[in-house]
């Protein structure tokens, strides 16, 4: 029905010559429902993930922020096949991630950095056993936040050696580790862990990006 409405509509136009003539008014509807299905059904899906590939879920919660979405909520469910994720997408304001990571973490960053964070602390979040969003009995969001603070991301942090941080804020840091983790992770096709990250970015990004920034000699 929707195709119908939509290439009608296009005829319509065709008719009154107000459409370009490059745009097939049958086609257009037939694509325009082919990637609204899509769409639905990169919203809606429930995915499922073998052991260790943790990237997988990263990558589709990149691929729902890529198509204007964030990740509202994750659960998982353990099954003798593997761990199945189910991700509630939302669509969120302009200032959103800075302002939610803000409020639950007390980090001030750039809104995509923002965003970086907030999906990390969810994945992990979802790692919790008293993460039961919508039980009164689980662990409140702030307190499972805080605690991420004071397990994961301060150590992570710490990790870097000060001379090597330069101008960068912690924010910022943890930030470049995780995009760090996930180059590797896609080149490794399993998720390579944030330790593993943070030894690699020390002793092969950093030096050189330090280079990068050293004065030239006249």
Known sequence: LARVNISGELLDLEASG???PSVDPVDFGTEICARYRSLWEELTRTSVYPAGKY???ERRI???NDLGFDVAEMQIEHASNGD???????VVDAGHHQRQLLRLTGLDAEENQARRLLNDLESWMATQDDYAPGDPLGARPEVLAHR???EVF????????????GAMDPAEIYHELL????????RAQHDIGLDTAVEDYIVNILPRARETLQPTAD
Request: glycine content about 0%.
């Open 18 to 20: 107000a459409l370009h």
């Open 55 to 57: 990237h997988y879920i």
């Open 62 to 64: 990149r691929r729902l």
């Open 84 to 90: 199945t994720v189910t991700f509630v997408p939302k």
């Open 148 to 150: 991420w603070v004071r």
């Open 154 to 165: 301060r150590p992570t942090v710490r990790a870097v050696p000060v001379e090597l941080r």
């Open 179 to 186: 995009e760090h983790r996930w180059y590797l992770s896609e």
